[in-house]
Nanobody, 126 residues
Framework: EVQLVESGGGLVQAGGSLLLSCVVSGFTFDDYPIAWFRQAPGREREGVSCIISGDGSRYYSDSVKGRFTISSDNAKNTVYLQMNSLKPEDTAVYYC???????????????????WGQGTQVTVSS
């Protein structure tokens, strides 16, 4: 049974930082994508970052490049998202997602992923 549990969200002022964690169980980090998405109220879910541990590939949306860093610790079955220089527009519920079947449609396509966490709220005040 695959499960993903996010943590680390909270309330920060603009310019601050947060570290999000996603603990994965029932899944080994092979060549399959693990991604972070976010969804703000009234908006579609948006891919922000993805990591494929097998080949070291990392992907970022244009809006977070240079500010966010994705990483993984396979021994802990955990994927992290370090978020720096946060902006109010980063406010959203952040979800981690796992693709256990390999890339089919694209790393930032919501339909790519088989399993999702419950989400963690990030709020950035101005």
């Amino acid at each position: 049974e695959v499960q993903l549990v996010e943590s680390g969200g909270g309330l920060v002022q603009a310019g601050g930082s947060l570290l999000l964690s996603c603990v994965v169980s029932g899944f080994t980090f092979d060549d399959y994508p693990i991604a972070w998405f976010r969804q703000a109220p009234g908006r579609e879910r948006e891919g922000v970052s993805c990591i494929i541990s097998g080949d070291g590939s990392r992907y970022y949306s244009d809006s977070v490049k240079g500010r966010f860093t994705i990483s993984s610790d396979n021994a802990k079955n955990t994927v992290y998202l370090q978020m720096n220089s946060l902006k109010p527009e980063d406010t959203a519920v952040y979800y981690c997602a796992a693709d256990t079947w390999g890339l089919r449609t694209g790393v930032f396509h919501e339909s790519e992923y088989d399993y999702w966490g419950q989400g963690t709220q990030v709020t950035v005040s101005s």
